[in-house]
């Protein structure tokens, strides 16, 4: 199989990672987000809505009987013993779809050179492991919550610290620029992935 360069986005809430990963397919890159994968989850795994229903009760669903999201952030977020169980629970199931879905995108006749992965808690899952290259994006913290409207999320205290994540990281921005910026930064990183992978 002719498998795909696999890069992971990593970075703090608010930090940009969802723009770079649009700029990365709008370069080229096969995208799939961790966010999509747990929406596709949530709507159509009944392994995962039975054990929601069975921690949290139905009050959990929307009208349309589906586990929802905004429902169940309001539980977890005030539980730390809560949310630890929810991350237990989608974290494999996560990891399982997108590591499917890159051996699908291997299986096509003319795969993509570069698939790109966003995995906000990369480097807290220990899931670095199963890719080629790590992007981390960062911002300061106060730009960050400007993004998200001045809401502060207790989420940061459990995150590892940006200034690790770009020690750690193969590519790392700052993302306190324009979006034009950061698509141009983008840009240059898929031409050193391609350089790269066909030495």
Do not use: C
Request: charged content about 30%.
């Amino acid at each position: 199989m002719n498998r795909p360069l696999a890069v992971a986005i990593t970075g703090g809430i608010g930090a940009g990672k969802s723009t770079a990963l649009a700029s990365f397919r709008r370069h080229g890159a096969a995208t799939v987000s961790s966010d999509e994968i747990v929406h596709h989850l949530l709507r159509s795994d009944d392994v995962v809505k039975g054990a929601l229903v069975g921690r949290f009760g139905e009050e959990i669903l929307g009208a349309d009987g589906v586990p929802d999201r905004e429902r169940i952030a309001a539980v977890v977020f005030r539980d730390r013993e809560a949310l630890n169980w929810l991350e237990q629970l989608l974290h494999p199931l996560v990891s399982r779809e997108y590591l499917a879905w890159r051996d699908q995108l291997a299986e096509l006749p003319d795969p993509p050179r570069v698939s790109v992965t966003e995995v906000p808690l990369l480097y807290e899952v220990g899931a670095e492991s199963r890719f080629d290259k790590v992007v981390a994006i960062t911002a300061p913290r106060k730009l960050r919550e400007a993004r998200r409207g001045g809401r502060v999320d207790d989420r940061e205290a459990r995150l590892i610290p940006d200034h690790e994540k770009v020690k750690r990281a193969d590519f790392a921005y700052t993302n306190t620029g324009t979006p034009d910026e950061l698509d141009a930064w983008v840009e240059a990183v898929v031409a050193t992935l391609l350089e790269s992978d066909a030495e």
